[in-house]
């Protein structure tokens, strides 16, 4: 019943990668096993040691784990440069976390950032938690933990109140209180969108002091300053953070931009069927591949490759 | 949908035969396990399936496991009565027994001696069931880097199952 280490290693590759596998790599499997007797008894040794480790792991209570703090146990700090360089580059492609330190005398400024398809969920010191999603940066503040700014992309704060330290979020300028409150904070090109799913969120507190309670989201285009007030659902806000994106009318444009920083992969809409407005969920929690494949999918479009990304357009278009 | 899926097995049972032939290694189980397909797949899912042919796959792969898994517990039982003129097979505490005490502790040493973080990833995809994504989400890692953990805690399990597969065999 020997067999190589590296027989062992492709047996471990098909059992992680069956439970998604399609009706082709099923068959690739079966060939697999045919192909080699030993490859029959890896498969059928590891799928019953997964069986066993089961209840190893069932028999005996977790370990306590003493948790880091992600902060200082993140090994990759990067000084902030005025440009990255080539070197730079391609480290932080090799690093999907970047912490830049921003130290001013009378504050100790980080910023924190991730890359497209990552996500990455923050503790601070007060126990408030922030979820970044992919191509994000938030900046900190070491001496003040009820500090954030939202420079990039898009996060999820989960705020624990102190009603004599409200939590404050800068974005672009522009403030956002808390009342003890669960909310959302995206920064897209040329505007940006607050939407509270639990609690409420003061904006601009010492100006015009809007006061958002769940399911209200509030859109500030950049230049002009134009206030736009939204309905939405509250269950879905932030539902990126657990593999989902929900949406009801939103162009498909804004429905593309989600996917790239939740997957990773470049997706764009051709223009005409970049306006559709898109109702619906989309799993992210699948490779990024396949989140392109169904996102066309589900708006019946037609999807080819652009280099390394994507480009989908109307069915029709591809037709004489 | 039922009658698709059907259709589907009709069309896929050559390889649904090979599949369950090169897990299960015996003609007479393969046809048994073919036909307990057959039957379930009357209550087998009603919602509509992505890929019905992977979704036959999986089945078929399930059951082939769990007709792999009573066999290696009743070739363990006799192997305990031996060793051990233990239990009644029938009671609660049967699975315990059935699963050779020595190879449960080695198994938990082997999890017990991975990295901290591996051990703790493999807990949460194999005993609570989280999925990858949302273990690299609270762990801060990529999905592959999940995998990565997750295979170095399978090459541990699995030794020990090489090894002593041996033995089991042999009793």
């Not at chain 1, 490859?39 to 997964?50: E, N, S, T």
């Amino acid at each position: 019943m020997a067999y190589s280490e590296r027989i062992m290693d492709e047996a471990i590759a098909w059992h992680l990668g069956l439970g998604e596998a399609g009706s082709e790599e099923w068959r690739t499997f079966v060939a697999w096993l045919e192909a080699d007797p030993a490859h029959q008894d890896a498969y059928d040794d590891l799928v019953m040691a997964d069986a066993d480790a089961a209840e190893a792991l069932a028999s005996v209570p977790a370990p306590i784990r003493r948790k880091p703090n992600i902060i200082q146990a993140t090994p990759r700090v990067w000084i902030k440069r005025s440009g990255w360089g080539g070197g730079m580059l391609a480290a932080a492609a090799a690093a999907w976390l970047a912490i830049l330190p921003l130290a001013t005398p009378s504050s100790e400024l980080y910023a924190v950032s991730t890359q497209p398809g990552m996500q990455h969920l923050l503790t601070l010191a007060d126990g408030t938690k922030v979820r970044l999603n992919g191509d994000t940066q938030v900046t900190l503040d070491h001496k003040n933990p009820r500090y954030a700014s939202v420079d990039r992309g898009e996060a999820m704060f989960e705020v624990v109140h102190h009603a004599d330290h409200p939590f404050e979020v800068k974005v672009n300028g522009m403030t956002l209180r808390d009342v003890g409150t669960t909310f959302n904070v995206r920064r897209d090109a040329g505007m940006f969108v607050v939407a509270v799913a639990e609690g409420s969120v003061l904006f601009q507190p010492d100006r015009e002091a809007v006061s958002l309670t769940p399911g209200m989201a509030l859109a500030i285009q950049d230049g002009t300053g134009k206030v736009e007030l939204r309905r939405i659902q509250a269950t879905a806000i932030g539902s990126w953070s657990q593999g989902r994106l929900e949406y009801r009318n939103i162009p498909l444009a804004d429905v593309a931009g989600d996917v790239a920083r939740s997957t990773g992969a470049k997706v764009r809409v051709t223009d005409p069927m970049a306006h559709q407005p898109f109702t619906g969920t989309l799993r992210t929690d699948r490779s990024a591949d396949e989140v392109v494949r169904s996102f066309a999918q589900l708006v019946d479009g037609q999807l080819r490759r652009d280099g390394p990304g994507w480009v989908i357009s109307p069915k029709s278009a591809g037709a004489s | 949908m039922t009658a698709g899926l059907q259709a589907i097995f009709l069309s896929e049972r050559p390889m649904l035969l090979r599949l369950l032939t090169a897990r299960l290694r015996d003609p007479d189980l393969v046809e048994d396990v073919l036909q307990e397909l057959w039957m379930k797949l009357d209550v087998a899912a009603s919602g509509p399936i992505a890929d019905p042919a992977a979704y036959l796959y999986r089945m078929a792969n399930n059951l082939a496991f769990d007709k792999r898994r009573s066999e290696m517990r009743r070739s363990a039982r006799e192997g305990v009565w031996l060793s051990l003129q233990a239990e009644d097979g029938d009671s609660p505490d049967a699975e315990r027994v059935l699963l050779a005490r020595e190879q449960l502790q080695e198994l938990q040493a082997a999890i017990a001696a991975l990295p901290e973080r591996t051990a703790h990833i493999f807990r949460r995809y194999r005993l609570e069931g989280i999925p990858r994504r949302d273990i690299a989400f609270e762990e801060g890692i990529s999905v592959s880097a999940v995998e990565k953990h997750l295979k170095r805690a399978y090459q541990a399990v699995q030794k020990i199952k090489s090894d002593l597969g041996v033995d089991i065999q042999s009793m």
